[in-house]
């Protein structure tokens, strides 16, 4: 449509941290602030300045430049600078759904001290889009989102404008998109060089855009992106606007931000259509897909803490402010916030991605670990508390341990709790001269076994064990376990094929699993009687990419594969033979080519050793196989990953996502003309599957987001992991997968992952269900993902004892800390308690925390199913429901139609119902009975 209304932004694009570390760029964001303040001090006539969607650079800036906080509190105010909505901009796949959520909210706070928040879903440059988004943004009553990357064949497809509608899944939300087809810098290379005063060559120059963009428009009105990465603002532009209106007085060019121009195409109320998914493609803009796998390190320490503060530190913060009856209890919120802020900042998209130079990651791995500090002494110093609520049976010199469930339906699974063992102290032969019993007096079976990994607290000359033993707890509660020292445990016989464990084989009620010479792993499936070959099968290949994108040989190089058929086994060895854990384990070397050679053109034929471990577990009634690998890689220029062969056939996988899975096509699509081709590897979150003839084959997965759906000879679907993709340059040109480079092409000889790295994955196999759903496997990714959190004293023969330290003990975590003595109150919560119930397993809980302001719950859920849900939600018979009621995603009265209903049951019970993928947020009051 013909433009009378241009809409010119000045903005900058500010990558926190890339190729150059943080406080560099810092340094750099300094003066374009200054300058910019200035420019907004001088020229009144300077309309809108925008800082890229964000508002951690004002905290980055005013960290040096203190003095000037009201300034921009001033120009935020006038509107003439715009700020937010997000704190910082993320990588949409690579954090979780609750993370973008956080984000959101953090840079809402922050937007709104300062004076306004800037209502625009702008996201410019992350490497494609979930298809949640629009949900997310309308839940936080932003109407728009504006992006550059991500359209494959759909915008031509659907004959879609620049302006179109965004349907989350279900139709559950809807908002504007606005696609910036030009990029985000569609008019930032002006020629700012005046001749005679007239900027006749910056004026052309948007004279050409507009024409090329009005071609796609469904509007009178053309935005216009006057800034790119780390520009700073530039004091000509208001001359320019005024020299077009001049000479164009019938085609308004205007200064302003990005809520403006949403704002007038939504006064428009044009007929737009409509598109619904995710955005995974590359025709218009290289998609740079290999993100999801290098620095694989990154990816599992930034879910592990994701899990850490969602669905432990935040929840029993809440469960001991909501349960305690003395209101003694400081609920940790800013304590929280600081190790929530630590981690957002590992999440800017060339930060999360790895896809920057070695030092600014050397520097993330710093913020993980302040963030998981915070974290888990956020859950120590709760359960301190929690622990003199409880009523605790310590007589005749029983030990409780607490166990913890974070999820919120009743589960038995493994507990696992370190246990150190002074081997000097008089008289010890074994740790294990001591039984569990649980409240009941009830035997519990359990098996001891030397941890191979080194505890956070060590006492001296002491070997560290784990023990282990199948525990039953509550939905999203706790349970008092009994240690009883000096007394030995009850034996305890193993029905026939209940647990067994052989010189290379294992087996429980559902599998058998057999390891031959070669170290081939061969499954069967005892419910459906079909056998599974060369599971966890290893692949690799080189790689000639970069940190943005894998990439294979050109088409006259050759590749040297190596796969499980090269490993040299050392030993298969039964590993753990408990009462309820049975693991073997296989211990092998891969000889694979050093790197490749000095002229890249082919992987070098020295080869050096690539030490494997593999264990395998099987647990007593639970149905599920674990891998945990264990890799020291030696290779340089290559990727790593592990096969499962499903035998079934399929044109879909399913995909665990953010509030959603995703179903994916198998074959990728045409890609004619388009800046990169799309690639087989895609991500997941906790789980891929696949399902055909009645059964359901699913890889969990902790922290690897990165798979690939191999067709077979067969045509059968094998589910391929990436473990490991080991490159050195940050960008470059000269390879398969990518033409152009994506970023300054320099050294970063820490991606290569030279050392020790580890990788947990599980297989869980279904008979008779047709689909991911009816399998339930959302269910066993949260389980595997997120274990039980075991609160243990310290099972030590020497002075800690004495010392009365008392030690939190979640297995492969150590944290000391020392008991006071119970508080001089009565303890008056029973020994087992369930805070929240779900009754069905569709509606997953997503958050439970304090709200932001006053003193209510958050609860958040949503609804996994393509169906319409119900459930009912049980808080503990502790509490009374005093008030209750939806809110949006800013825990306000939502402006926008949220498609659930509330409905108050009882003192402690309401029933939800949800349409198809809904997010719902529901605020409750509470009192103690």
């Not at 590749?559 to 296989?586: A, C, R, V």
């Amino acid at each position: 449509m013909k433009a009378n209304h241009i809409i010119i932004v000045p903005e900058t694009h500010w990558d926190r941290e890339w190729y150059l570390p943080f406080q560099e760029y810092r340094a750099k964001l300094v003066l374009l602030m200054d300058k910019l303040l200035d420019i907004l001090r001088r020229d009144p006539d300077y309309k809108n300045f925008t800082l890229d969607g964000q508002t951690i650079p004002l905290e980055d800036y005013l960290e040096v430049r203190p003095d000037r906080e009201d300034e921009i509190k001033k120009y935020v105010k006038e509107k003439r600078l715009s700020i937010g909505p997000m704190y910082i901009l993320p990588d949409e796949f690579l954090v979780s759904g609750e993370s973008l959520i956080r984000n959101l909210l953090i840079g809402y706070q922050i937007a709104r001290k300062f004076g306004r928040v800037m209502k625009a879903g702008y996201i410019p440059d992350p490497f494609g889009h979930i298809a949640q988004i629009p949900q997310i943004l309308k839940g936080f009553e932003i109407p728009s989102v504006l992006f550059w990357r991500g359209f494959g064949n759909e915008f031509e497809a659907q004959n879609l404008n620049l302006e179109f509608l965004w349907n989350s899944p279900g139709n559950s939300s809807t908002i504007l998109a606005i696609f910036l087809k030009l990029s985000y810098g569609s008019v930032a290379d002006l020629n700012l060089k005046p001749k005679s005063g007239k900027f006749k060559s910056a004026l052309h120059k948007i004279k050409r855009v507009i024409t090329k963009l009005e071609e796609f428009t469904a509007t009178p009105y053309v935005l216009l992106n006057s800034g790119s990465d780390h520009h700073e603002a530039k004091p000509e532009i208001p001359v320019i606007v005024k020299q077009w209106n001049d000479l164009y007085p019938d085609r308004v060019l205007e200064q302003n931000d990005f809520e403006y121009y949403v704002d007038k195409v939504l006064s428009y109320n044009p007929k737009l259509k409509s598109f619904q998914g995710e955005l995974r493609g590359g025709k218009y803009a290289h998609l740079l897909s290999g993100v999801f796998s290098a620095r694989m390190w990154i990816k599992q320490r930034n879910t592990a803490i994701e899990y850490l503060y969602e669905k432990y530190a935040e929840p029993i913060s809440a469960i001991t402010w909501a349960l305690d009856k003395y209101k003694k209890f400081h609920y940790p919120k800013d304590y929280i916030l600081t190790g929530l802020k630590w981690l957002i900042k590992n999440h800017p998209h060339d930060s999360i991605c790895g896809c920057s130079i070695d030092q600014v990651h050397d520097e993330m791995e710093t913020r993980f670990d302040w963030a998981e500090q915070i974290g888990h002494e956020v859950f120590k110093n709760t359960m301190i508390y929690l622990y003199d609520l409880i009523s605790i049976n310590d007589e005749d010199g029983k030990i409780p341990i607490i166990i913890f469930n974070p999820l919120p339906w009743k589960r038995k699974d493994i507990a696992n709790f370190n246990v150190l063992s002074n081997i000097k102290k008089a008289g010890f032969k074994s740790p294990e001269d001591f039984k569990i019993i649980d409240s009941d007096d009830v035997n519990i079976p359990y098996q001891i076994v030397q941890s191979e990994e080194e505890p956070r607290y060590k006492v001296v000359n002491s070997i560290s064990y784990y023990c282990s033993f199948l525990a039953e707890v509550p939905a999203c509660g706790y349970k008092v376990y009994y240690i009883v020292p000096e007394e030995k445990p009850e034996e305890l016989v193993l029905r026939e094929n209940e647990l067994k464990l052989k010189i290379n084989s294992i087996e429980n009620q559902f599998y058998l699993i057999n390891v031959n010479l070669k170290g081939q792993i061969n499954v069967f499936d005892k419910i459906s009687g079909v056998s599974y070959e060369n599971i966890c099968f290893f692949e690799d290949v080189g790689d000639w990419g970069d940190e943005y994108d894998f990439s294979g040989p050109h088409e006259n190089q050759t590749d040297l594969k190596f796969t499980s058929e090269d490993l040299n086994i050392l030993e298969i060895l039964p590993f753990i033979d408990g009462l309820t854990q049975k693991t073997l384990k296989i211990r092998a070397n891969l000889n694979l080519p050093s790197s490749l050679s000095e002229d890249r053109y082919i992987r070098d034929e020295y080869l050096v050793s690539n030490l494997i471990d593999i264990s395998i577990t099987l647990y007593k009634d639970i149905k599920r196989i674990d891998f945990k690998i264990e890799i020291e890689n030696a290779s340089k220029d290559h990727r790593i990953r592990v096969l499962f062969p499903s035998k079934i056939k399929s044109s879909k996988v399913y995909s665990d996502g953010h509030f959603y899975v995703n179903p994916r096509n198998v074959e990728l699509p045409e890609a004619e003309k388009w800046a990169q081709k799309p690639l087989p590897t895609n991500h997941q979150k906790d789980f891929v599957s696949v399902s055909g003839d009645s059964r359901t084959f699913s890889v969990l997965n902790k922290g690897l987001p990165e798979y690939e759906a191999v067709i077979n000879d067969d045509g059968t679907i094998s589910l391929a992991i990436t473990l490991l993709r080991c490159i050195e340059w940050l960008s470059r040109h000269d390879f398969a997968s990518r033409r152009n480079n994506a970023g300054p092409d320099l050294n970063t000889p820490k991606a290569q992952c030279i050392g020790k790295y580890t990788f947990e994955l599980s297989l869980v196999i279904e008979d008779n269900k047709a689909d991911w759903l009816a399998s339930q496997t959302h269910i066993r990714g949260k389980e595997f993902n997120n274990p039980f959190y075991v609160i243990a004293p310290a099972i030590v023969r020497t002075s800690i004892r004495a010392s009365n330290k008392i030690v939190l003990a979640p297995f492969g975590i150590i944290s000391a800390f020392t008991a006071t003595k119970r508080q001089q109150t009565r303890p008056y919560l029973p020994s087992e308690l369930s805070f929240l119930d779900i009754d069905n397993k569709n509606i997953v809980l997503s958050a439970l925390k304090k709200t932001e302001e006053g003193n209510g719950l958050i609860l958040r859920f949503y609804n996994i199913s393509p169906k319409t849900e119900e459930t009912t939600i049980y808080l503990c018979n502790f509490l009374k429901i005093e008030q209750i009621e939806i809110v949006n995603l800013l825990e306000e009265e939502p402006k926008s139609e949220i498609k659930a209903s509330l409905e108050f049951n009882s003192d402690c019970t309401f029933t939800l119902k949800m349409e198809p993928h809904v997010v719902v947020t529901v605020k409750v009051k509470t009192r103690l009975i």
